[in-house]
């Protein structure tokens, strides 16, 4: 009974800990992109299904959508969003989960 019990509280914290990391959300990416037409990420973490939105960024306002990809939870990897023309400027990139921004980022064009 006691190994039972021994195990129940082991599951229980394995299932808390794989939780809790999985509430976390990344882009991989530094603080600048070259100006293509499309932006690779190799990969994006997310704690729930949701997209990665880039925006224009000019003058430190964001703009019109460029481009976004759809993600799943947890690491979707070589994410590639197609950006039309290419940013003229620099960009704003957002992951939404479940209709919330978690995580933004500014990006300076080379």
Same mark, same amino acid.
């Given at each position: 009974? !006691? ?9 229980? !914290? ?6 809790? &990391? ?7 990416? *530094? %603080?600048?992109? %070259? ?8 990969f994006v973490l997310a704690e729930g299904p949701g997209t990665v939105e880039i925006y @224009?960024?000019?003058? *430190? %306002? ?7 990809k759809a993600v799943r939870t947890g690491v979707t990897s070589n994410v590639k969003v @197609?950006?039309?023309? *290419? ?5 704003? &990139? ?6 919330? %921004?978690?995580?933004?980022? @500014?990006?300076?064009?080379?």
């Amino acid at each position: 009974m !006691t190994n039972f019990k021994t195990l129940a509280v082991v599951a229980a !914290t394995v299932l808390a800990t794989a939780t809790s &990391a999985s509430a976390y959300n990344a882009f991989p990416f *530094g %603080e600048t992109f %070259e100006q293509t037409d499309q932006l690779q990420l190799d990969f994006v973490l997310a704690e729930g299904p949701g997209t990665v939105e880039i925006y @224009d960024y000019a003058n *430190g %306002e964001r703009g019109a959508l460029l481009g976004s990809k759809a993600v799943r939870t947890g690491v979707t990897s070589n994410v590639k969003v @197609d950006l039309g023309l *290419g940013a003229n400027s620099d960009i704003l &990139a957002v992951l939404n989960v479940g209709g919330s %921004e978690v995580l933004i980022k @500014d990006l300076d064009r080379r």
